[in-house]
């Protein structure tokens, strides 16, 4: 047991988080902060990118922010170099960039039905959700094979594993809302990238694995929180936190003989 803690530690490690600026990519920074590892955090948002690194910096942590757009080749090859020319490794990645679109009082309503989804919409969120995460697999695994040695974490959602309730997002006496159909694919995408690739790097020593969050609460309307936990088995929304422990358990050397996998963090949604 005296043993135990040293399987999260990451003191040494350097981790790569893109949108690293988001609701859930600023948590999972920090975690990896805390841990012990060198922080890399990579975001098109600039302005939450420094506040974030500003944050982290003050608070001790070695950690330095990369401006990325993730469905750009020249733009993640970039944000790739910049890691090894300041840290001479990578050791873990983060894939949490996506495009999702909310249903919290910051964001306006998503008619997005599918019967007349645009197509320039559904193009975007390929090239951002599932083309922007294999590039950056793509890019930080030839670093990884050089060291003999990585850590690949693709951010899924329940979303990928079943279909959106929309029933969660309508509301009477207003248009009709829905979670887009892309999301579903794109996450769904998300897992056969991740199984591949564990597949694929079998005896290289380079683990691939997704985590697959429940619906997370960021300032929902009181329906819609109501409507939510009560699919969920613990009837609740996710908090923010709430999936830092699996994050960290997937990124460190807890995880140490579990590649190919999918850690759902749902509150129960999928068993019901």
């Not at 790739?80 to 679109?101: F, K």
């Not at 919409?121 to 590039?135: E, H, K, P, Q, S």
């Not at 050089?146 to 959106?164: E, F, W």
């Not at 794109?186 to 694995?209: D, E, H, P």
Request: charged share 20%; with cysteine; glycine share 8%.
């Amino acid at each position: 047991m005296s043993d135990l803690p040293k399987l999260f530690d990451l003191h040494g490690r350097v981790a790569l988080i893109t949108g690293g600026a988001g609701l859930l990519g600023s948590e999972f920074c920090l975690t990896l902060a805390k841990a012990g590892a060198s922080v890399v955090a990579a975001d098109n948002d600039k302005t939450s990118l420094d506040q974030l690194v500003k944050t982290l910096r003050q608070a001790g942590f070695d950690s330095f922010g990369v401006d990325v757009d993730v469905s750009k080749p020249e733009s993640v090859n970039q944000m790739i170099q910049e890691t090894i020319n300041t840290y001479d490794r990578l050791d873990i990645l983060v894939n949490s960039a996506a495009l999702d679109p909310k249903f919290d009082p910051q964001h306006s309503q998503h008619p997005n039905s599918f019967e007349d989804y645009p197509l320039e919409n559904w193009n975007l969120a390929l090239a951002v959700n599932l083309t922007g995460m294999f590039l950056c697999c793509q890019a930080a695994v030839k670093q990884m094979l050089a060291q003999r040695k990585g850590v690949i974490v693709n951010l899924c959602s329940i979303y990928g594993i079943t279909a959106p309730d929309q029933r969660l997002y309508q509301r009477q006496g207003q248009p009709s809302q829905y979670k887009p159909v892309y999301y579903s694919v794109t996450k769904a995408g998300v897992l056969g990238l991740t199984s591949y690739l564990a597949a694929y790097f079998a005896g290289k020593n380079i683990r691939v694995n997704a985590l697959s969050p429940g619906g997370v609460y960021n300032k929902h309307d009181d329906e819609f929180v109501r409507a939510y936990s009560a699919r969920t088995v613990l009837g609740r929304m996710a908090d923010k936190g709430d999936m830092n422990g699996a994050l960290l358990f997937l990124a460190s050397d807890a995880s140490a003989y579990m590649t190919g996998a999918n850690l759902v963090i749902d509150g129960g949604w999928s068993t019901w």
